[in-house]
């Protein structure tokens, strides 16, 4: 069963915005972490932003932070990330992704190490 679902992804132009949704509304697990990773052709996958849903913390990827805001509607338990500034780098498939909320470890290594569940994607093209 799919339990997260992206939405958002588009063509802009550099210098452009866009936001991209994650409904988490069917999923089950509480306290858990969950973001947003992409994986542009060629490159290895990358964590781009997370928060905790247990007490809102947030982190950022170097390469994203000060243009790039996470955040959650936790009536909706949808999660969205708010992308300005973009360029071309950022290219690429989006990914929501969440752990089961079991582990220990902090934001930093979530978005290192990935979730445990993974939406289908979302495409977001930067260019002129």
């Known amino acids: 069963e799919v339990q997260l679902v992206e939405s958002g992804g588009g063509l802009v132009q550099p210098g452009g915005s866009l936001r991209l949704s994650c409904d988490a509304s069917?999923?089950?697990?509480?306290?858990?972490?969950i973001g947003w990773f992409r994986r542009a052709p060629g490159k290895e996958r990358e964590g781009v932003s997370c928060?905790?849903?247990?007490?809102?913390?947030?982190y950022y990827a170097d390469s994203v932070k000060g243009r790039f805001t996470i955040s959650r509607d936790n009536a909706k338990k949808t999660v969205f990330l708010q992308m300005n500034s973009l360029t071309p780098e950022d290219t690429a498939v989006y990914y929501c992704?969440?752990?089961?909320?079991?582990?220990?470890?902090?934001?930093?290594?979530?978005?290192?190490?990935?979730?445990?569940?993974w939406g289908q994607g979302t495409q977001v093209t930067v260019s002129s």
């Open positions: 069917r999923y089950s697990f509480d306290n858990y972490n």
């Open positions: 928060l905790s849903t247990s007490d809102g913390s947030t």
């Open positions: 992704a969440a752990d089961s909320g079991a582990y220990a470890y902090g934001l930093r290594y979530f978005l290192f190490r990935g979730g445990d569940y």
